[in-house]
Nanobody, 123 residues
């Protein structure tokens, strides 16, 4: 029915920057919240940390560990969410997952996840 496609991960040196993108496609009626989570090495799925979240009106919230360094934004016309990350630290190394609360054309609502993109920060 729909898919979340992430891009933009990679290897970066400490204090560098990256921009992650996540585009939703398919039988979408509307998207409420969109967010980025991360799963650090050795952590289980249940231990994923919510990095940032943005609702359809543009209200945002960030984890304390990334405040002032990361910015989440979205383009509602493109069903896309972005994560601009600056001043990256080695402890930001993780698989980053996109999340979206999607209502389909049939008016069913789902919690949807992307496949994950690796971000590695070298010291």
């Amino acid at each position: 029915q729909f898919h979340l496609f992430e891009s933009g991960g990679g290897l970066v040196h400490a204090w560098g920057s990256l921009r992650l993108s996540c585009a939703a496609s398919g039988s979408i009626f509307s998207i409420n919240a969109m967010a980025w989570y991360r799963q650090a090495p050795g952590k289980q799925r249940e231990q994923r940390e919510r990095v940032a979240i943005i609702n359809s009106g543009g209200t945002t919230n960030y984890a304390d560990s990334v405040k002032g360094r990361f910015t989440i934004s979205r383009d509602n016309a493109k069903n896309t969410v972005y994560l601009h990350s600056n001043s990256l630290k080695p402890e930001d190394t993780a698989v980053y997952y996109c999340y979206a609360r999607i209502t389909t054309i049939q008016r069913f609502t789902y919690d949807s996840w992307g496949q994950g993109t690796q971000v590695t920060v070298s010291s």
